[in-house]
């Protein structure tokens, strides 16, 4: 691997954990306004817009200039969100109007995630060989969960009792901050300080693009595009069905298992954001085992994703803390596994057909639709005050039902493309399968 590659590794890293780390305060931040229970979830769903809305443009941008600028400016606006949502509390304003200034900030985040991630995820198919990519993606992927896991158990850690009280007996902190979340979101500002100080770090790798359009009817026409041609594409298809699936279901879960922890477990915040790190934890050693995977192979690991919606039908049977560790681990663990190899053939298929930034805008695109969609039904149904593990139940099926449907999509894919897997990786003049 690359020098570069490491420079990127740390500032995805540090600004992930931060990432993580701001939604766990964001969440307490909520709960200190005394918000409704679906809010926290809507706030994540106003993050996914930014990536949906965007989608078209930030493609463009990553490709116009050296990514790990693009990184460095993006941070900066996640940065500015942040610090817009530590300064709710400065104007005197009622509950109602810092609720939604909640929103807004979280929602100027995502806009600095979404123009992040294509120059993040583009540059390592700039970096890399196609035959590196899944041990590339295995490296990011795990270092991504790891950073969630660290920034989700810091989130949960810097607003508990304990430590909150702590660090706002720290007279410059509490000349800055008067509560649990303010302290954590002042600290969570320095994280992103790093990770753009690793941003300007990252060297140029000398990959230039074809002139981008800027006028926003032909971008957008030129997306709609974009996202066709990786629909079509056979194995594109099934890569980022796949991928989408997960990634929505994941950003679900994060607030499931918050929810499940205070209904069923009778946790606190600080000790459900425990929990995520532990399933997280279990992503990132299914992702470092995926790294054994040939990207040849990677359409083999789908059976998993079936064994993964299976088992989160079992949350609602344990209770002690081990069986419950034990079982988030597990269901970590298949999902890290079967999402990393679907990740690294999506983005070779992109990269064939599309280029670097534009490829990762559809995934994200698609990716963060499905998220709006899940979210949406997952604050539809505590709107509707079900029960949390009927709520679990009904996800378990869906997600177990679609990896079905997705595996009898990709057999029916092979068995009118018989030399299909001999194709994975192997087309490198862009000539898609159609």
């Known amino acids: 691997m ?32 005394h918000g409704p229970d679906w809010m926290a979830p809507m706030m994540k769903w106003w993050f996914a817009l930014a990536y949906v809305v965007l989608a078209a443009f930030v493609g463009a941008i990553a490709d116009s200039f050296p990514k790990g600028k693009v990184m460095f400016a993006t941070n900066g606006v996640k940065l500015f969100g942040c610090l817009l949502m530590f300064s709710h509390g400065l104007f005197g304003l009622d509950t109602g109007t810092q609720l939604f ?29 196609p035959a590196l990519l899944v041990k590339g993606n295995s490296w990011i992927e795990g270092l991504t969960v790891l950073s969630i896991i660290v920034g989700t158990v810091l989130g949960g850690v810097l607003i508990s009792p304990t430590v909150s009280s702590a660090l706002l007996s720290q007279p410059w902190l509490a000349a800055l901050a008067s509560t649990r979340a303010e302290a954590a979101i002042v600290l969570i500002a320095i994280i992103y300080c790093l ?6 770090l990252i060297p140029a790798t000398g990959m230039r693009y074809p002139a981008q359009h800027k006028h926003p009817g032909k971008l957008v026409r030129e997306f709609s595009n974009y996202v066709c041609i990786l629909w079509r594409d056979k194995l ?22 918050i929810e499940w922890g205070a209904q069923h477990l009778g946790y606190r915040l600080d000790q459900a954001s425990i929990l995520m790190g532990v399933a997280a934890f279990g992503t990132i050693f299914g992702s470092i085992l995926a790294g054994l995977v040939p990207l040849r192979r990677a359409l083999c690991v789908l059976p998993l994703g079936v064994v993964m ?12 803390t081990w069986s419950v560790y034990a079982l988030l681990f597990f269901v970590g663990a298949l999902s890290g596994f079967f999402v990393v190899p679907m990740n690294a053939l999506l983005q070779h298929r992109g990269h064939v057909l599309l ?9 994200n695109f698609n990716e963060q639709l499905n998220i709006l969609l899940m979210l949406g039904m997952y604050s539809l149904l505590l709107w509707l005050q079900l029960p949390i593990n009927i709520i679990i139940i009904i996800f378990g099926l869906l997600v177990a039902f679609l990896m079905l449907a997705f595996m009898y999509w990709s057999h029916l894919n092979h068995r009118a493309h018989p030399d299909l897997q001999e194709q994975i990786g192997s087309d490198e003049h862009g000539q898609a399968l159609r």
């Not at 990770?195 to 300007?200: G, P, T």
């Not at 994941?250 to 607030?255: D, H, P």
């Open 2 to 33: 690359k020098k570069g590659f490491y420079l990127v590794m740390a500032a995805q890293g540090l600004s992930s954990l931060a990432d993580n780390a701001l939604l766990i305060a964001a969440i307490a931040l909520i709960m200190d306004l």
């Open 309 to 320: 919606g299976l088992a989160v039908l079992l949350m609602p049977v344990v209770h002690s």
């Open 236 to 257: 594109g298809q099934i890569s980022l069905a796949v991928t989408t699936l997960f990634w929505g279901a994941g950003a679900t879960l994060q607030f499931i298992v």
């Open 101 to 129: 200034l909640v929103f807004v900030a979280y929602t100027l985040v995502g806009i600095g995630a979404a123009a992040y991630s294509p120059a993040k995820y583009g540059i390592i198919t700039e970096m890399l060989p």
């Open 195 to 200: 990770a753009a100080a690793c941003n300007l």
């Open 355 to 363: 280029s670097a930034g534009h490829s990762i805008a559809v995934q």
